[in-house]
Every structure is written in structure tokens, then in C-alpha cells.
């Protein structure tokens, strides 16, 4: 770790954590320009991170002061046989960026992805996002250009299964 992120410390969140991880949420929403978007409480946080385990969150903090997370999950590549580690959220606070924390999130998740034996780590970046596609391009990271994302929400769900 150089000296831009010393005292800098990655953990993996707990309940308790909830409320900073909806903060979090709502953060990065901000910044996507999506934050009426947000429908996630404490609540369901509370049972879909920690008491179903679907995802998993990790904290950065700097000298104990929470400044960035990512909210992660394995998804499944039947060509490969195997997981993979999915990135639903990396997040720095503004004030906290261009330091080398957002790197030391995505860094300790490619080590995780590769620990755990996974196939490739995946995940989405808005079109206009020019400085995290710079930065995971920087990484090595490869747009998957021929591929379109396709969702149905909640209420389209409920629709399907009548």
C-alpha cells in the first residue's frame, strides 16, 4: 500500500453495518443520478445480505472512517463450469477519490474472485461513466461490446407468474 492509502483497512461488513451500507446505496445512486430509483431498506438489506446470504459487502475505511464499499455476489458461467464473482456496487465518497481507495476495493475483489476459485469477475458501468471506464480499463477490464443488459422488475415478475 502506497502512502496516498495508508491507514487504509478492507472488511467485510456485518449487520450491524446495515445502515451505513443503505447510506452507501444511496450514495452511489446520487451520483448515478438514480437515487428515486432506491426502494432498499434496512430491513431488506438485513434479509437478503446477511440472513439469506446473497450477497456479500465489504467496507474500506480510512483510520476507521467508512469512505468506500462494494456489494458483490457469485453468479454462474455454465461454459465455464464455475462461478463467477458479479459487482453490483463500488462506491467512494467524493471526497475520499483519487487516492487509491475505489483501487484497493477492486483490487481486493479480484484477489477474493481468484481465491475462491472463480472464472471471471463481472460487472456493469453506465455509458457516460467515463472516469470508471477509464479506470477499468486501466485494470485490464474488457467492455462486453455485442452484449445488451435485459430486465424485468418486480412488478413485471409478479405479472409472469399470474
Request: charged share 30%; hydrophobic share 40%.
Amino acid at each position: 500500500m502506497d502512502r496516498k492509502t495508508e491507514g487504509f483497512a478492507i472488511r467485510f461488513a456485518e449487520e450491524k453495518d446495515v445502515g451505513l451500507i443503505l447510506k452507501f446505496i444511496k450514495g452511489i445512486a446520487e451520483y448515478e443520478k438514480m437515487l428515486p430509483e432506491v426502494v432498499a431498506t434496512e430491513e431488506l438489506l438485513r434479509e437478503w445480505v446477511f440472513k439469506k446470504q446473497s450477497a456479500r459487502v465489504i467496507i474500506g475505511e480510512l483510520r476507521g472512517v467508512p469512505v468506500g464499499f462494494s456489494l458483490f455476489f457469485h453468479n454462474f458461467s455454465t461454459f465455464m463450469g464455475r462461478a463467477g464473482l458479479y459487482i453490483e456496487d463500488i462506491f467512494v465518497w467524493p471526497e475520499y477519490r483519487g487516492k487509491g481507495f475505489g483501487k484497493a476495493l477492486f483490487l481486493y475483489l479480484a484477489k477474493l474472485a481468484h481465491e475462491e476459485g472463480c472464472g471471471r469477475m463481472e460487472w456493469c458501468c453506465l455509458d457516460w461513466n467515463q472516469p470508471s471506464i477509464d479506470f477499468y480499463r486501466s485494470m485490464g477490464a474488457r467492455s462486453m461490446d455485442g452484449w445488451s443488459t435485459y430486465r424485468l422488475t418486480k412488478e413485471q415478475l409478479r405479472e409472469l407468474s399470474e
